[in-house]
T-cell receptor, first 109, second 113 residues
Framework: GQNIDQPTEMTATEGAIVQINCTYQ??????LFWYQQHAGEAPTFLSY????GLEEKGRFSSFLSRSKGYSYLLLKELQMKDSASYLC??????????FGRGTSLIVHP | TAGITQAPTSQILAAGRSMTLRCTQD?????MYWYRQDLGLGLRLIHY???????GKGEVPDGYSVSRANTDDFPLTLASAVPSQTSVYFC????????????FGDGTRLSIL
């Protein structure tokens, strides 16, 4: 089984940078996904990490350290539309992802 | 537009009644999944199917059944609904689960009274 931990809620200011952490414990790691979910909508894919290091996609970056069981999602130049829940999902040997409870990010002016 | 279609969008159901939530994808994805999402608990996997003709149990399968007769369709059935099954249900698919992300439908909001 897996234990995935994310902060419940974070707040940040428009234009700033925010880092959302995800820690996990798993017996056989096979990949980590980040999804964004706006209120009342479906989750949408943001990033995928399977090797250690940083993956950059525009304003969003995701980092993975497999030895530490740790990932973070970095959001730069925050915009109001970035207010959403951010879901960390970890794959084990079966490749079926298990989701964390999500981090609700509130961006204020 | 290609993607995943769920029906109905929302439903109110009396306890003890049966209900089938429909999910259809036109991306020819091999794997499909059903999740429920409850406040404070995140997305929890109910059942999954890695390919047509096969299904598997997820974290919270009790009270639910699925079938995968073909690639496109993955219906979820509640045989006898109970109030604890009140939730938002999301269907998802992925091409190759090993490295491809899941694509989600818009969800079905189900209330059991």
């Amino acid at each position: 089984g897996q234990n995935i931990d994310q902060p419940t809620e974070m707040t940040a200011t428009e234009g700033a940078i925010v880092q959302i952490n995800c820690t996990y414990q798993t017996s056989g790691f096979n990949g980590l996904f980040w999804y964004q979910q706006h209120a009342g909508e479906a989750p949408t894919f943001l990033s995928y990490n399977v090797l250690d290091g940083l993956e950059e996609k525009g304003r969003f970056s995701s980092f993975l350290s497999r030895s530490k069981g740790y990932s973070y999602l970095l959001l730069k130049e925050l915009q109001m539309k970035d207010s959403a829940s951010y879901l960390c999902a970890v794959q084990e040997g079966s490749y079926i992802p298990t989701f964390g409870r999500g981090t609700s990010l509130i961006v204020h002016p | 537009t290609a993607g995943i279609t769920q029906a109905p969008t929302s439903q109110i159901l009396a306890a003890g009644r049966s209900m089938t939530l429909r999910c259809t994808q036109d991306m020819r994805h091999n794997a499909m999944y059903w999740y429920r999402q409850d406040l404070g608990l995140g997305l929890r996997l109910i059942h999954y199917s890695n390919t047509a003709g096969t299904t598997g149990k997820g974290e919270v399968p009790d009270g639910y059944s699925v079938s995968r007769a073909n690639t496109d369709d993955f219906p979820l059935t509640l045989a006898s609904a109970v109030p604890s099954q009140t939730s938002v249900y999301f269907c998802a698919s992925s091409d190759t689960p090993e490295s491809q992300p899941q694509h989600f439908g818009d969800g079905t909001r189900l209330s059991i009274l």
